[in-house]
């Protein structure tokens, strides 16, 4: 057999066709049978921010699954829209390389058993299961056509994962032809998910800031934090989705986004097949410019939680990492940072803690990260310290439900 045959057939068996689609045709808004809520595990997700204008054009979206398995769905958010959001091609295939899939492995998704979907303002909506296996650490193309988008468009601005636009370009084509540009963002997709294996394997949720979302980490190398937890609990099928949000709060919105409480329903409780979510957040909310006290933090840290164990999840809590040399720390913020860290640690709210900041501390200034972990802005760490966050990271056992 040819290379090519091979790839082919490796393909096809890696994400095996839909069989037998039909002429796309107008749906409703959602169609009929369409669903908002999703099944199997989260393998995959991005924590929706508006992201700019809607426009005219053609979206392959790159993306890392963590966990394998089947009957693999997308979810396509129009949460900032202030109109419908109609979507006519949407298609999931392998990368080979760049825009470029492996051959055999684009495959057209569906809605409710149509091919157009239109989701409404505010609204997301999942696509069908999606026959074949997916492996796990597959880079997925997810490719999308907006044939009218207008106004605001959602997304996921800091991907740190190069995906392709084209105006002319097929989102059913395997080829690179018409994907000329490129983007730095996730359009529309937040979340993607498996049937595992196991019928027990569930998933982690990162609930965090610009830590989590990756800042400081080498751009398309996937060494985020939570990209490393993936790694480490590959081998038990367990599915890690990211929702981190640059600049996001415990306790208010900003241009960060909606607070981590605001947000839990829909980035984490809404998430099929969660057990377990890590919340790491808190440092946007005592900078010095803020300055909300130890009392309040945690105080936000419990409502969460509460929330989280109501809905039958484990929480992990993590402490504080260290800030001095960022602009807004001051001795006061520090205070509170060690505080709230105390609290964190000894409080007794979580399942399980995560000591980020004993991780990643000086040992000779612990109000500084230690600089051999520090991207070089005094806040972020670097990869090296992205590998340090997910190794204090012990998610409790699966069987930790409420």
Same mark, same amino acid.
């Given at each position: 057999?040819?290379?090519?045959?091979?790839?082919?057939?490796?393909?096809?068996?890696?994400?095996?066709?839909?069989?037998?689609?039909?002429?796309?045709?107008?749906?409703?808004?959602?169609?009929a049978g369409?669903t908002?809520?999703?099944?199997?595990?989260?393998?995959?997700a991005a924590?929706a921010?508006?992201?700019?204008q809607?426009?005219?054009?053609?979206?392959?979206l790159?993306?890392k @699954?963590?966990a #394998?398995g !089947?009957d693999l769905r997308?979810?396509? *958010?129009?949460?900032?829209?202030d /109109?419908?959001?109609?979507? =006519?091609s949407?298609?999931?295939g392998?990368?080979?390389?760049?825009?470029?899939?492996k051959p055999?492995s684009n495959?057209?998704l569906?809605?409710?058993?149509k091919?157009?979907?239109?989701v409404?303002?505010?609204?997301?909506?999942?696509?069908?299961p999606?026959?074949?296996?997916?492996?796990?650490?597959?880079?997925l193309?997810v490719?999308?056509?907006?044939p009218?988008?207008?106004?605001?468009?959602?997304?996921?601005?800091?991907a740190?994962?190069?995906?392709?636009?084209?105006?002319?370009?097929?989102?059913?084509?395997?080829?690179?032809t018409?994907?000329?540009?490129?983007?730095g963002s996730?359009w529309?997709?937040?979340?993607?998910?498996?049937?595992p294996?196991h019928?027990r394997?569930?998933a982690? @949720?990162?609930? #965090?800031? !610009?830590?989590?979302?990756?800042?400081? *980490?080498?751009?398309?190398?996937? /060494?985020?934090?939570?990209? =490393?937890?993936?790694?480490?609990?590959?081998?038990?099928?367990?599915?890690?989705?990211?929702?981190?949000?640059s600049?996001n709060r415990?306790l208010?919105?900003n241009?960060g986004?909606?607070?981590?409480?605001?947000?839990?329903?829909r980035?984490?409780?809404?998430?099929?097949g969660?057990?377990?979510?890590?919340?790491y957040?808190?440092?946007?909310?005592l900078?010095?410019?803020?300055?909300?006290s130890a009392?309040e933090?945690v105080?936000?840290?419990?409502?969460i939680?509460k929330?989280?164990h109501a809905?039958?999840?484990?929480?992990?809590?993590?402490?504080?990492a260290?800030f001095?040399?960022?602009?807004?720390?001051d001795?006061?913020?520090?205070?509170?940072?060690r505080e709230?860290?105390?609290?964190?640690?000894?409080?007794g709210?979580?399942?399980?803690?995560?000591?980020?900041?004993?991780a990643?501390r000086?040992?000779?200034?612990?109000?500084?990260?230690?600089?051999d972990?520090?991207?070089?802005?005094?806040?972020?760490?670097?990869?090296d310290?992205m590998?340090?966050i997910?190794?204090?990271?012990?998610?409790?056992?699966?069987?930790c439900?409420?």
């Amino acid at each position: 057999m040819s290379g090519r045959g091979r790839a082919c057939r490796a393909a096809a068996v890696l994400l095996l066709a839909l069989a037998g689609q039909a002429t796309p045709a107008p749906a409703a808004t959602p169609p009929a049978g369409a669903t908002v809520r999703g099944s199997g595990v989260v393998t995959w997700a991005a924590s929706a921010q508006r992201v700019g204008q809607g426009a005219d054009r053609a979206y392959r979206l790159i993306v890392k @699954v963590s966990a #394998g398995g !089947s009957d693999l769905r997308v979810r396509l *958010s129009n949460a900032y829209g202030d /109109r419908p959001l109609t979507v =006519d091609s949407a298609h999931a295939g392998l990368q080979a390389e760049g825009a470029a899939l492996k051959p055999g492995s684009n495959r057209a998704l569906t809605f409710g058993g149509k091919h157009t979907v239109t989701v409404p303002p505010g609204e997301a909506v999942w696509s069908d299961p999606l026959p074949g296996r997916v492996p796990a650490g597959a880079r997925l193309a997810v490719s999308l056509r907006t044939p009218d988008a207008r106004g605001p468009a959602t997304g996921h601005e800091m991907a740190l994962t190069t995906s392709y636009l084209g105006r002319d370009a097929d989102p059913g084509a395997d080829g690179d032809t018409g994907w000329a540009l490129t983007t730095g963002s996730w359009w529309y997709l937040d979340a993607v998910s498996v049937r595992p294996a196991h019928p027990r394997t569930g998933a982690v @949720v990162a609930l #965090g800031d !610009s830590i989590t979302d990756g800042w400081g *980490s080498t751009p398309g190398l996937d /060494r985020r934090w939570p990209d =490393d937890l993936a790694r480490r609990l590959r081998a038990d099928g367990m599915g890690v989705a990211n929702e981190g949000m640059s600049g996001n709060r415990v306790l208010s919105d900003n241009n960060g986004g909606p607070s981590a409480g605001r947000r839990l329903e829909r980035d984490v409780l809404s998430q099929p097949g969660v057990r377990t979510v890590i919340l790491y957040e808190g440092v946007n909310d005592l900078k010095a410019h803020q300055g909300a006290s130890a009392d309040e933090i945690v105080a936000g840290y419990r409502e969460i939680t509460k929330r989280a164990h109501a809905a039958g999840l484990c929480v992990v809590g993590a402490t504080v990492a260290p800030f001095k040399g960022w602009l807004q720390w001051d001795p006061k913020a520090e205070a509170v940072r060690r505080e709230v860290n105390h609290r964190v640690r000894t409080g007794g709210d979580f399942d399980a803690v995560a000591d980020i900041d004993r991780a990643l501390r000086d040992p000779r200034d612990p109000a500084r990260l230690r600089p051999d972990l520090d991207s070089g802005d005094h806040l972020h760490p670097d990869d090296d310290g992205m590998r340090a966050i997910a190794g204090a990271v012990d998610p409790p056992s699966r069987d930790c439900r409420r």
